[in-house]
């Protein structure tokens, strides 16, 4: 089984940041992807940004130039800086991980955090 803790939501003003953390721990041989996802009350949750553990990203457009992902793969770690909050980015932010159980195997495996709350009011 593999856990994912989330840590870093909060209350912030708009314009204020936040920084997001995800350590994977548990049984695996690496880590494909790691990502954030978000949803708000009363939508769909939607993909933030997802990293693979070579370097690549994929953003969100509206997030695009205030969130920056990162990883650490030696930590299993995923980071999401947020710069410039807004309102609209108020949602639960969950932690995404793709894994590879076994290695020089081709099945992966999906997990989710159990989120983490980001409220941007003034």
């Known amino acids: 089984q593999v856990q994912l803790e989330e840590s870093g939501g909060g209350l912030v003003e708009p314009g204020r940041s936040l920084r997001l953390s995800c350590t994977a721990s548990g049984s695996f041989a690496s880590i494909p992807t790691m990502g954030w996802y978000r949803q708000a009350p009363g939508s769909p949750r939607e993909m933030v940004a997802v990293m693979a553990s070579g370097g690549g990203s994929n953003y969100q457009s509206s997030v695009r130039d205030r969130f920056t992902i990162s990883r650490d793969n030696a930590k299993n770690t995923v980071f999401l800086q947020m710069n410039n909050l807004k309102p609209e980015d108020t949602a639960v932010y969950y932690c995404?991980?793709?894994?590879?159980?076994?290695?020089?195997?081709?099945?992966?495996?999906?997990?989710w955090g159990q989120g983490t709350q980001v409220t941007v009011s003034s």
């Open positions: 995404n991980a793709v894994v590879r159980r076994r290695a020089f195997t081709a099945t992966t495996y999906e997990f």
